[in-house]
């Protein structure tokens, strides 16, 4: 068996809409060249049918067979193992999808909570003294009236069991089901009786029935066509008769509002939660994951919504210690990493964690770290101006927007999260609020020494509370609670204290303590088992209410600058941004060397290229205003009337400029860009699909629950009239400031891939982005990817660069579609060691670019794409060439002097004599002015600097270009320096590379 190893880099790749295991096994040899070590894949689960993500999983005990086999998903790792390349498995412990074909959920609705497992779902039974136990299902479309009406409400003989579905039918034969939709629930076994009126052999199942007597089965048929076609109100009242002996009951989905049934991720009622806590969910969730690990045929894992978990630190060190059972050793570094000690055989493992502005990854938790938005948002405001971000609405939402009242001053971004949190949990988690009031009032009553608190009051501050949170959850799992816990819910208090009547000062000041479970706390000292079971419920849905409240609200509210309406941000730019991009990166380091570093992800709203377009956005606030003006008075016959509100209104307006902005595509050469050479109707499908998500998200117009056609239309053709006309002076005019914003996002997205390739942890690529990717939230960004474009562009720089090295060309890539010819190992460009490798052992990692690729024809050439995947293959092949420099480096910030020292970003990384340094350039409208030609000038430095440190060596190599770079020691300061002019004088960004003689 291989041993592990640390990623050096990882590549997301969305399975399912054609890409499969034998596709991604084509892609290999591509991923390789690029540079990448680990495939890093969506949910490979069998998934509820027609998923388009993977994360509704049904059977988590298999590899989903529309996929491909398993002789094909072994075929793939061997091809990856083949390359010394690994495979990182996003895995769904929080849930799984209700679903005909899911044996576990169905056995609990055939056999209540007598089923063996009822215990691995997070159900409150309702219990009753007719029926006993039962689970409210709040899946019909209306109430059983409305959905017999409608024809969505059925009841079915299935004599029968077809391949892959009803595992468990097929033993005991026919059955009586209750459809809705797509979704079957199972009748009991034996009320078959209640069709047919009979009262003879009551107990006995149906398929015994119809073994003794064949003219059973003839007989419910005619009864359920008759069935059919009955009035409403005799139909209404045998589906009740049918559903009154079994442990389940059929409700509108909309009671969810009132009544808790069971956990849901997020606010979806058919993802039902899982006890993975359990002993049993955990192994029925993870035998596949085990496997897997055991066979040597999966590398590392990416555990999603880990705040959904119960307890996320005990599940993660079950799931070590299970890791540590079956796998199969580590390598030296990586059984130093993080959750394992020296004989554990560690696995790599990181965690979807959402990290507030401020929160740290809990140091305990056994894991190697995050997904890495705290990265994207760390690293994206670095090339924000906090000035122009000020001027483009930085003081808050303003009036007019449909949430202000028109001549009310603006919110702040704070005072928006909170009201959409409070709307969150009124309209999508009452019946979870009302459950866990009803757990408080019952930890409270008639405990000695509580203060006279009305039942109310408890409510009311538990949902304060709960709204004034800054983080996503706490972890308090016992006693004492950690200090970080304590501090955010004393904070949490005081934020609702600031916001809350004076009457419920007591009552916030209580349910705090009993959060913290503060011994001095009389239902805390009184009944601490139970005033722990509260606090571990409670903290289970703070989560989904800040991500339903913030991300997919207050984030769609909020357009004064929508690339910072990102997961995990605070829509915040301090002034010392680069500052703390720093002092993030140094803690990296110290804490979690080899956590994600992502730009972009399957969950992003905006792609990084479209961020990095409309972060320019702040460094011409002027500029922008006045275009929008413009456009405002343009389009304003656009508008339309719905009741009499104009659609679309002010920030919704401004909503639908920015993002044509943000994904306008640029025409590949100049002379082209006055004829579209692109379809502008597909970007106006795209952009009106966007809209309509957003309108939903955002709950104030629409939603998804209750959509306003009307204005949803409205919105689409506002969007259908402003981009109907070619000619029309607002295309015009929008084209032309899109492709001169396009030029300074390029500058800042090749800069950010420098930035990520250089920074503590390991670079995370979403599928596509090693070219410009100007993709919008899901379902957007999971468009197919023209891996057939990338892999002639790998072949291409390929060439050049063995060309270059005085060496035989080697395809990378060849054939139809994604199917990329298998090239050797040697076509690793940059990798370290002997024989084929293109890098000569000793001297380092080579050049990017050769004498047939000059690096100034990759910058003329730019909207194309090509300059970015220039840069991201040389990082990633700089790192894999030398791995322990970036994984147990130094990380050097350095400082600039001169003129233009507050427009570059240079860090450096040092590790045993060698050493990288990057430098890239921030903010640089100020430089060259708006708009300006794609040039790297290096007039523009002047007489600016990067100050390297004395031990340095003399002479760099620059692997964007080849070009050699020498230090100058400067007796006046006794500085040793790298002039900012010689180092950008053929391209924009810098990558150098040295040994220490």
């Given amino acids: 068996m291989a041993s592990r190893k ?101 056995d609990v609705l055939e056999h209540g909570r007598l089923s063996r497992f009822a215990s691995s779902f997070d159900i409150r039974w309702m219990h009753t003294r007719r029926h006993g136990d039962i689970l409210l299902l709040p899946v019909l479309a209306g109430s059983v009236r409305e959905c017999l009406e409608a024809g969505s409400l059925s009841v079915e003989l299935k004599e029968a069991a077809s391949d892959g579905e009803d595992a468990l039918k097929k033993a005991v034969g026919p059955a009586i089901f209750i459809r809705h939709f797509d979704q079957r629930f199972p009748v009991p076994a034996t009320a078959w009786t209640l069709v047919l009126g009979s009262k003879e052999a009551a107990a006995e199942p149906l398929s015994v029935a119809a073994r003794r007597d064949p003219k059973v089965l003839e007989r419910l048929r005619r009864h359920l066509a008759r069935f059919e076609g009955e009035a409403i109100a005799p139909k209404t009242r045998l589906l009740r008769r049918l559903m009154a002996p079994g442990p389940f009951r059929l409700v509108a989905s909309s009671t969810t509002g009132r009544r808790f049934a069971y956990r849901r991720f997020f606010d979806i009622n058919d993802l039902v939660g899982v006890r993975v806590e359990e002993e049993g969910a955990f192994a029925a969730t993870h035998c596949l994951v085990l496997e897997l690990a055991a066979s040597d045929r999966l590398d590392g894992l990416r555990v999603d919504h880990i705040d959904g978990l119960r307890d996320p630190e005990n599940y993660l060190r079950r799931l070590r210690t299970r890791l540590a059972e079956v796998s199969p050793p580590a390598d030296e570094e990586l059984r130093k990493g993080h959750g394992g000690t020296a004989d554990a055989r560690p696995f790599y493992v990181v965690v979807e964690k959402i990290l507030a502005p401020g929160e740290e990854l809990r140091p305990e938790w056994p894991v190697d770290g995050t997904t890495g938005y705290d990265f994207l948002n760390s690293a994206e405001r670095i090339f924000i101006d906090p000035a122009g971000l000020a001027r483009l609405g930085g003081e808050g939402i303003p009036a007019g927007s449909g949430l202000v009242p028109p001549g009310s001053g603006p919110i702040s971004f704070a005072d928006l999260a909170y009201a959409a949190k409070k709307e969150a949990l009124e309209n999508l988690f009452g019946g979870d609020v009302r459950y866990l009031t009803s757990q408080l009032r019952s930890l409270v009553d008639g405990v000695e020494g509580s203060c006279p608190i009305s039942p109310t009051a408890l409510g009311e501050a538990l949902v304060e509370i709960t709204c004034s949170l800054r983080v996503y959850r706490t972890y308090i799992r016992d006693l004492p609670p950690n200090e970080q816990d304590l501090a955010v819910l004393r904070r949490a208090e005081a934020d609702a204290e600031g916001r809350s009547p004076r009457r419920l000062t007591h009552a916030l000041d209580y349910v705090r303590r009993l959060l913290s479970l503060d011994p001095q706390c009389p239902a805390v000292r009184e009944r601490p088992e139970k005033a722990l079971d509260f606090v571990l419920s409670w903290q289970q849905l703070t989560g989904p209410v800040a991500a339903k409240g913030v991300e997919d609200t207050a984030f769609y509210r909020d357009a004064r600058l929508i690339s910072l309406d990102e997961v995990g941000s605070d829509t915040l730019v301090p002034c010392h941004a680069v500052e703390r991009l720093h002092s993030r990166n140094h803690k990296m380091k110290q804490h979690w060397p080899a956590g994600l570093n992502a730009t972009s992800t399957h969950d992003s709203k905006r792609s990084e290229d479209v961020r990095s377009r409309l972060d320019v956005l702040t460094e011409i606030p002027d500029d922008w205003a006045a275009h929008v003006d413009s456009w405002r008075s343009w389009n304003a016959d656009k508008r339309t009337l719905v009741n009499g509100s104009p659609v679309p209104d002010p920030e919704e307006e401004m909503l639908v400029y920015q993002t044509l902005v943000g994904c306008w595509p640029v025409a590949p050469n100049a002379a082209d860009a006055d004829n579209f050479p692109f379809d502008l109707g597909e970007l106006t499908e795209r952009v009106e699909s966007f809209l309509t998500k957003a309108l939903r998200e955002a709950k104030v117009h629409s939603g998804w629950r209750n959509p306003h056609r009307g204005y949803e239309d409205g919105m689409s053709r506002f969007i259908g009239a402003i981009m109907q006309d070619r000619m029309s002076p607002f295309l015009a005019d929008l084209r032309d400031l899109s492709c001169n914003v396009a030029w300074f996002g390029a500058l800042n997205s090749v800069g950010q891939v420098l930035l990520k390739v250089a920074s503590p942890g390991v670079p995370d690529f979403y599928q596509g982005s090693e070219l410009w990717d100007l993709s919008l939230v899901d379902p957007d960004n999971r468009r197919p990817v023209d891996f057939e474009l990338r892999g002639s562009i790998l072949e291409e720089l390929q060439t050049g660069i063995e060309a270059a090295a005085g060496s035989r060309p080697r395809s990378a890539a060849a054939g139809k579609g994604s199917r990329l010819a298998a090239a050797g190992k040697e076509s690793r460009l940059a990798a370290a060691g002997k024989g084929s490798r293109l890098a000569a052992a000793g001297k380092g990692p080579r050049p990017a670019t050769g004498s047939q690729l000059p690096s100034q024809d990759f910058l003329s050439r730019w909207k194309d794409g090509r300059i970015k995947f220039l840069v991201t293959m040389a990082g990633l092949n700089c790192r894999r060439a030398d791995p322990d420099l970036f994984h147990r480096g130094d990380y050097l910030p350095l400082d600039c002097q001169g003129f233009a020292a507050g427009h570059i970003v240079a860090v450096a990384r040092r590790h045993v004599g060698r050493w990288v340094l990057v430098a890239i350039p921030r903010l640089m409208t100020r430089l060259v002015g708006f708009p300006a030609l794609p040039t790297a000038d290096p007039a523009v430095w002047r007489n600016t600097s990067i100050r390297i440190p004395d031990d340095a060596p003399d002479e760099w190599r620059n692997l964007l270009t080849g070009r050699t770079i020498r230090s100058r020691y400067e007796e006046a300061t006794g500085l040793v320096l790298i002039s900012a002019r010689e180092a950008f004088a053929d391209l924009p960004w810098v990558l150098l590379h040295a040994s220490e003689r």
């Fill in 6 to 106: 640390l990623p050096t880099a990882t590549y997301r790749l969305q399975f399912r809409g054609g890409m499969g295991f034998s596709a991604a096994r084509g892609l290999v040899p591509y991923l390789d060249g690029l540079g990448i070590s680990h495939l890093y894949a969506s949910p490979l689960f069998v998934a509820r049918p027609g998923s388009v993500h993977g994360y509704d999983v049904i059977d988590p005990g298999a590899l989903d067979p529309t996929l491909g086999t398993t002789e094909e998903f072994n075929k793939l790792v061997e091809a990856l193992h083949e390359r010394e390349m690994g495979l990182v498995l996003d895995i769904v412990p929080n849930h799984l999808a209700m679903d005909p074909a899911n044996a576990l959920w169905m």
